[in-house]
């Protein structure tokens, strides 16, 4: 999502629709379907549409994003793993952008950043690909300068600090430091600056004001509030066509 966008935010939203994909998934079928999900979080002043395709394909599948990708007019940020599988189906769809991270099958969510800086070697060749056809290519790092200097080396226009360990922390204020000194140390190298994991509306206020970040991309904690701000709803109109159901 550059920053020439027509009509997108001065800090960008990036909304990620992983988890309705795992709802579905859970009873099979097709709903919830992130088509709708996607349509509804642009409608809802979302800027772009982030997914996350695991290697196990334990949310998102291959044809959700070919679907996705076919019905938004948005740019679609690509969250992968740094593999020769993943780099050609991004090189074959060729998504506005993708992120790289780290992955293990055994984790929940992303733990941690990628270790840019410990694998300049096999990472180099992957972000050329990527480049080469077109996409723009971030990196999802702690935020340490060694792996901001990696990201320069690597050719990397974008990082996005991972904002996990903040939003853990009870008294946040060390990971707060850590945060700012990496974005502004982002800013300085000339690399765009993004944020995401584990962000609320509780706790995005101070990293939505880190200097330079443009963009956000926020998953869980919207689907988490999606349901009890939805559940009331569904649950009226239920009531209602059961009523409608006994009175005909
Ligand atoms: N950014 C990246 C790179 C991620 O891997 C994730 C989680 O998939 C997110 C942002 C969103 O995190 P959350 O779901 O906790 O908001």
Do not use: W
Not at 75 to 95: K, Q
Not at 105 to 122: F, M, Q, W
Not at 140 to 149: C, E, M
Not at 190 to 219: F, K, M, S, W, Y
């Amino acid at each position: 999502m550059p920053d020439t966008d027509p009509g997108s935010h001065a800090l960008r939203l990036g909304v990620n629709i992983d988890h309705v994909a795992t709802i579905r998934n859970a009873r099979g079928g097709t709903e919830p379907d992130p088509v709708r999900a996607a349509l509804l979080a642009l409608e809802a002043g979302a800027d772009g549409i982030t997914m996350h395709l695991r290697e196990d394909r334990r949310h998102i599948r291959d044809a959700d994003l070919t679907q996705v990708m076919a019905a938004i007019r948005a740019p679609l940020n690509l969250e992968m793993a740094a593999t020769d599988e993943m780099v050609g189906i991004a090189r074959h769809l060729r998504p506005h952008a993708c992120c790289l991270v780290p992955e293990r099958r055994e984790e929940v969510t992303t733990e941690g950043g990628l270790d840019a800086a410990g694998h300049i070697v096999s990472l180099m060749p992957k972000i050329a690909a990527l480049r080469d056809a077109g996409i723009r290519v971030s990196l999802f790092i702690d935020p340490d300068p060694r792996q901001l200097r990696a990201a320069v080396a690597l050719g990397a226009p974008v990082v996005e600090l991972h904002t996990g360990a903040y939003a853990l922390e009870a008294d946040a204020s060390h990971e707060l430091a850590r945060l700012q000194g990496a974005a502004s140390m982002a800013r300085d190298l000339g690399l765009e600056c993004h944020a995401g994991h584990g962000l609320t509306v509780d706790n995005v206020t101070p990293v939505a004001q880190l200097p330079g970040v443009r963009e956000l991309n926020i998953g869980h904690a919207l689907i988490a509030e999606a349901v009890f701000a939805g559940l009331g709803q569904a649950i009226r109109d239920m009531r209602l066509a059961m009523d409608r159901a006994i009175a005909a």
